[in-house]
């Protein structure tokens, strides 16, 4: 049983920063790959950015300079560091994570995220 719960959602005025949490618990599995999409009002998910245990990361042109994502393995926990917000960043946040043990990915439930004055 795995379960994965993000935090830190909310609303920011433009130029703003937020920073996400996701923690997977109820399993004693490790995850060898974690990320970040979002849901825009209206639109399809679509991805954010993603981290390797390796610590590599790459990022999608609209965030890029901007987020910054890190994990902490050892706790199964990503993050999604987010300055310079702006309204288009507007969405639900998802969180996804890869089960070492077998490949199986995981998704949150989604916090939102609000940029507005």
């Known amino acids: 049983q795995v379960q994965l719960v993000e935090s830190g959602g909310g609303l920011v005025q433009p130029g703003g920063s937020l920073r996400l949490s996701c923690a997977a618990s109820?399993?004693?599995?490790?995850?060898?790959?974690m990320g970040w999409y979002r849901q825009p009002p209206g639109k399809e998910r679509e991805w954010v950015a993603t981290?390797?245990?390796?610590?590599?990361?790459n990022y999608a042109d609209s965030v890029k300079g901007r987020f910054t994502i890190s994990r902490d393995g050892t706790k199964n926990t990503v993050y999604l560091q987010m300055n310079s917000l702006k309204p288009e960043d507007t969405a639900v946040y998802y969180c996804?994570?890869?089960?070492?043990?077998?490949?199986?990915?995981?998704w949150g439930q989604g916090t939102q995220v609000t940029v507005s004055s």
């Open positions: 981290i390797s245990s390796g610590t590599g990361t």
């Open positions: 996804a994570m890869r089960r070492r043990f077998d490949s199986r990915y995981y």
């Open positions: 109820g399993s004693g599995f490790l995850f060898d790959v």
